[in-house]
């Protein structure tokens, strides 16, 4: 880790809004929020496991405040080890997280579900330190095991190409193609099973055409950029999905 980065939890310090903002800068697709199970699963899983939250910053002095370079969280759920026992992706394992405190099940995984770096330090080697971060604490909590649905970064180059070949397709060195992939391999983390559907962003055309700036004029598939699968769209009821595949990583 850098000399002037300090690991900790988010709870351990306040950080302002413009902050935050800075840190999810240009990160995410304009329609982020249309995954309803995730939208309503997330305050409550926010709240309940705050443990699971951490950060990467670089503390200010008297000329500058603190920077939040990086944050990352994840959630604990009972899990066997067994790959088709995983959740069916990022937003099944937010509510199965839920499910699972309520049951007061014994939860020994932790499902990784995000590191997000500043875009001013992107491509310095702050995302595998966070996910270092994030890995320690939960072995701190009991959490043995360590999975993460990963939402590949370059895939939607490739919407078209099915997730279980896309995870496949390696560089001349043998690495990885994706990169968000090649981040948790470098690490240690290896491909244990792939998802159709880790997320299921929903709304009407009319919400689809202001997110994507496509006219959307026929029913069927049509490429969204930034999207890693084609986006359905039915004139007949006004509404479109995007079901975006995963690949579930298991690093302990």
Same mark, same amino acid.
Request: hydrophobic content about 45%.
């Given at each position: 880790?850098?000399?002037?980065? +300090?690991?900790?939890? +988010? &709870?351990?310090?306040?950080? $302002?809004?413009?902050?935050?903002? /800075? ?43 603190? @920077? ?37 099940? $014994? ?7 995000? /590191? ?7 491509? &310095?080697?702050?995302?595998? @330190? ?17 999975? /993460? ?13 099915? +997730? ?42 009319? @919400? ?38 995963? /690949?579930? +990583?298991?690093?302990?």
């Amino acid at each position: 880790m850098a000399d002037d980065l +300090v690991a900790e939890l +988010v &709870s351990d310090r306040p950080r $302002s809004q413009a902050q935050w903002e /800075a840190l999810f800068a240009g990160s995410w697709p304009p329609y982020v929020d249309a995954d309803r199970t995730a939208a309503a699963a997330l305050p409550a899983v926010h709240e309940a496991f705050a443990h699971l939250q951490v950060a990467l910053t670089r503390p200010g002095d008297e000329d500058r405040e603190d @920077q939040l370079v990086g944050a990352a969280w994840g959630v604990p759920v009972a899990w066997d080890g067994d790959p088709t026992a995983l959740p069916r992706g990022y937003s099944d394992a937010l509510v199965r997280s839920l499910a699972d405190r309520d049951a007061a099940s $014994s939860c020994d995984a932790l499902v990784a579900c995000a /590191a997000q770096v500043h875009p001013g330090h992107a491509r &310095s080697g702050v995302a595998s @330190q966070l996910l270092g971060h994030l890995i320690a604490v939960s072995l701190d909590a009991g959490l043995h095991r360590v999975v /993460a649905p990963l939402r590949l970064t370059a895939k939607h180059l490739h919407p078209r190409v099915p +997730v279980e070949e896309y995870v496949r397709w390696r560089r001349p060195d043998g690495e990885a193609h994706d990169p968000w992939l090649r981040t948790h391999e470098r690490m240690g983390a290896r491909v244990v099973a792939t998802t159709p559907a880790s997320q299921h962003f929903e709304g009407t055309v009319e @919400q689809w055409r202001a997110w994507t700036g496509l006219a959307l004029e026929t029913s069927g598939e049509h490429v969204v950029p930034g999207a890693l699968a084609p986006l359905r769209v039915d004139l007949a009821s006004g509404t479109a999905e995007l079901l975006e595949p995963g /690949a579930w +990583v298991r690093h302990r």
